[in-house]
């Protein structure tokens, strides 16, 4: 009940329901901590000039433009006061309109810390901002194809810890079928068949012999990360042999006439390989599969209530383990990006725990498709922008590749709220 009464003397009284006092307190801290920020940020800045560029790197045809911050930091200053007058009196709103305020103040903070930390600098070389949305997109990509995998098993009632090592294992084999075949379109067969093998184990132990799902991510993480550092051993250093297992090709690029020229954006979501029009795909697939077709609804009645999916004839484990396997698949396009999708060679830990926060993306996305693709965004948004603050010296470098991390930290701790995850999960049914 989200407002009760209490009858005094003098009439009806309302009684505001905790969650709501809550997410008032939680929304004026936040809002107050965030116009402090822009506050210090705009007095520690003597030249508010600095210089921007709408591409990723400033080139010849694409040179460094001037901008005055000044103005801008005095408009994102006025929307967070703004914001934090509505959160004092209670009247963020809820929906799509509070969203777009949080939106606004988020962007808002975003920009006076990148003024802040590109404005006076010192020295005959100035760093540019540049576009950081091709950046975003591209190391978001096997966060959203982990997160979706993620989605699909925890909605089933499976605890998919070993997302991590499904990234790895990807990784490994996209590379070696790659080179065997000479083609980064195999590659991503190599990838996929990986995931789905690693998500078999995950099925075998976890629904037929009903083995702690949370240890079991974790033995599967280590049994990942030591095959996949031996097999890597075994590799010889001979580039006559080498050449075929463990010299991927790299996907190619390939732009979409016409999006492509869009400013600002069309570079970051219309010139990308093959993978990331794959993930764009992804999102639209798993989204309609699990909320417009029959399957997806008992895929969601088994995470939520087995039982009761059991007594209307649905097969739990039958469907629990479709929802496994098809995690699999994007788990394994993921872990492919590693190599054929990016670097190329395979290296121990190539994943380096992105795994990890593809799962926290799930938490923070409150386990649907849409809001874990938007929380990978962010962690992909949070990598870039550490990538390019480095070339700077405001902020110490441990910090800087300690942001990403912290963002997941505070993120699944609580700012997004209290979160419940599909009622079964975790949970082996047994068929009584």
């Known amino acids: ?31 107050g901590l965030v116009l402090l920020a822009l506050v210090f940020f705009y007095l520690k800045i003597d030249d508010f000039g600095v210089k921007y560029t709408l591409g990723e790197r400033v080139t010849k ?43 606004l103040v988020g962007v808002a903070f975003f920009a006076g810390f990148v003024f802040w930390n590109y404005a006076d600098q010192t020295g005959t070389f100035s760093v540019a901002i540049i576009n950081p949305f091709p950046g975003t997109i591209r ?43 000479f083609s980064a379109e195999m590659g991503l067969v190599g990838g996929i068949a990986a995931g789905v093998a690693m998500a078999a184990l995950l099925g075998v132990f976890a629904l037929r012999y009903q083995v702690n799902q949370v240890v079991l991510g974790v033995v599967l993480i280590a049994l990942a990360t030591g095959l996949t550092d031996f097999l890597l051993s075994q590799i010889p250093d001979d580039p006559d042999i080498k050449k075929y297992l463990n010299e991927p090709l790299i996907l190619e690029k390939v732009p979409v006439s016409g999006l492509v020229d869009i400013p600002v954006i069309g570079p970051a979501l219309f ?31 088994v995470g939520e209530h087995p039982k009761a999916a059991d007594t209307v004839g649905i097969n739990v484990n039958r469907i629990r383990w479709q929802a496994v396997l098809i995690g699999g698949v994007f788990a394994g396009l993921g872990g492919a990006f590693f190599t054929v999708g990016s670097t190329g060679t395979f290296d121990s830990n190539a994943s380096a725990g992105n795994g990890f926060i593809a799962l926290a993306a799930v938490i923070m996305g409150r386990w649907h498709p849409v809001g874990a693709t938007l929380a990978s965004l962010l ?47 975790g949970e082996p049914y047994v068929k009584s």
Do not use: H
């Open 379 to 425: 962690f992909g948004f949070c990598f870039t922008l550490q990538a390019q603050l480095a070339f700077l010296d405001k902020i110490p470098g441990e910090l800087l590749r300690a942001s990403p991390y912290l963002v997941t930290v505070i993120a699944v701790a609580g700012f997004v709220g209290r979160v419940r995850p599909p009622a079964a999960d």
């Open 139 to 181: 190391l978001a990509t096997p966060l959203i194809f982990g997160a979706l995998a993620g989605c699909l098993c925890e909605r089933a009632g499976v605890i998919n810890i070993a997302i991590e090592g499904q990234f790895l294992m990807g990784a490994f084999f996209a590379s070696v079928a790659s080179s065997l075949a």
């Open 61 to 103: 045809d694409d040179p460094a433009k001037d901008l005055d911050a000044q103005t801008i930091m005095i408009a994102g200053l006025v929307v967070v006061a703004v914001a934090l007058l509505l959160a004092v009196v209670n009247k963020v709103p809820k929906g799509a309109l509070g969203g777009l305020i949080y939106f």
């Open 1 to 31: 009940m989200a407002v009760a009464t209490a009858i005094s003397d003098e009439g009806a009284v309302d009684v505001r329901d905790r969650g709501d006092v809550r997410r008032q307190i939680r929304l004026v801290s936040v809002f």
């Open 271 to 301: 010139n990308q390989t093959i993978l990331v029009y794959i993930m764009y795909g992804s999102v639209v697939f798993v989204t309609l599969l699990l909320f417009q077709t029959t399957w997806g609804l008992r895929v969601r009645s």
